[in-house]
């Protein structure tokens, strides 16, 4: 079993920057893959990006390569998303979630909000 807690959402304006963190707790981090996901205000959940286990692959949907950043700590079981040049339509509750690979994810955190104001 895995325990997710995601931290460091907020409120910030058009073109900020915010870090998303996901702790874990449990079985050692370093086994799973890790994603983030966001869901908008009457919208459905949809895959940010996510990083495998071991060689640390990333994959980021297209929305937001090249503003979004993830990583991960093993050592400290936190994986990061760093956001940049923040735009209103990346308003969401922003989920990480965390799975035997990056297309099957079997734990998830409950949400942190980000709000983007233009």
């Known amino acids: 079993q895995v325990q997710l807690v995601e931290s460091g959402g907020g409120l910030v304006q058009t073109g900020g920057s915010l870090r998303l963190s996901c702790a874990a707790s449990g079985r050692t981090f370093s086994s799973y893959a890790v994603g983030w996901f966001r869901q908008a205000p009457g919208k459905e959940r949809e895959f940010v990006v996510g990083?495998?286990?071991?060689?640390?692959?990333?994959f980021y949907a297209d929305s937001v390569k090249g503003r979004f950043t993830i990583s991960r700590d093993n050592a400290k079981n936190t994986v990061y998303l760093q956001m940049n040049s923040l735009k209103p339509e990346d308003t969401a509750v922003y989920y990480c979630?965390?799975?035997?690979?990056?297309?099957?994810?079997?734990?998830w955190g409950q949400g942190t909000q980000v709000t983007v104001s233009s």
């Open positions: 979630a965390a799975g035997p690979h990056l297309s099957q994810y079997d734990y």
């Open positions: 990083i495998s286990m071991g060689s640390g692959s990333t």
